[in-house]
């Protein structure tokens, strides 16, 4: 390995121990209530350092959104079978995202803060334009969708893009509920389980072809 390679190496290592302890701070903390300086203490690195590698904490957090994007998209990938139609293949997508939730709760609350920031106003809106693009798993589930409108399996008179991004956007918000009015839903009677399998239900209606 040549110095610029191990230079390019070291650089990236140093980048994800950055990362690694925003993570304990974010995560303990939440970002608002979060600083540079304690970044940089918890990396056991000067502040001066730090901005060497990220503008802001919002741009870390944006690092640590890249890695929960990661694996949700790894879960995806892992629940579809090239078995199922596109709307069986849907609803595992459905499934997984909901284990994701469980699963990495804290990732999920990176991705909502993402989910409801404009990144016209980010000092790094390229990296945002770029995730939109190529990483955003929005991606694979229009595709499933587009699976399921060619086996005939989902309805076709709504455009694959417009019906996923309507069917994202109702997960989300459902997801979102759930883990921000726990303490609501407990109060009243319901169970968790129960809202998000009637909303799959009200989903599932909605979208199989019938014909």
Excluded at 21 to 39: H, Q, R
Excluded at 75 to 99: D, L, P, R
Aim: with cysteine.
């Amino acid at each position: 390995m040549g110095i610029s390679e191990r230079k390019e190496r070291e650089k990236e290592q140093r980048k994800n121990d950055i990362i690694d302890a925003a993570e304990k701070i974010f995560f303990k903390k939440g970002l608002n209530n979060s600083t540079m300086d304690e970044v940089a203490k918890e990396a056991e690195l000067s502040k001066g350092t730090l901005y060497l590698y990220f503008k802001s904490k919002e741009e870390i957090y944006f690092e640590i959104k890249l890695r929960a994007i990661n694996i949700l998209n790894r879960m995806f990938k892992e629940s579809i079978s090239e078995y199922k139609t596109g709307f069986e293949n849907c609803f595992e997508i459905g499934k997984t995202y909901v284990a994701f939730l469980n699963n990495y709760s804290n990732y999920f609350k990176v991705m909502v803060y993402f989910e409801s920031t404009d990144c016209k106003i980010c000092d790094f809106k390229d990296k945002c334009e770029n995730f939109f693009k190529e990483d955003n798993p929005l991606n694979s589930f229009i595709q499933i969708i587009n699976q399921g409108m060619a086996d005939g399996s989902i309805r076709n008179d709504i455009p694959a893009n417009v019906l996923a991004q309507s069917l994202w956007a109702q997960t989300n918000g459902i997801l979102q509920y759930i883990s921000t009015k726990q303490k609501i839903i407990e109060f009243t009677g319901v169970q968790a389980k129960d809202i998000i399998n009637s909303q799959f239900e009200i989903i599932k209606k909605g979208i199989k072809n019938e014909n």
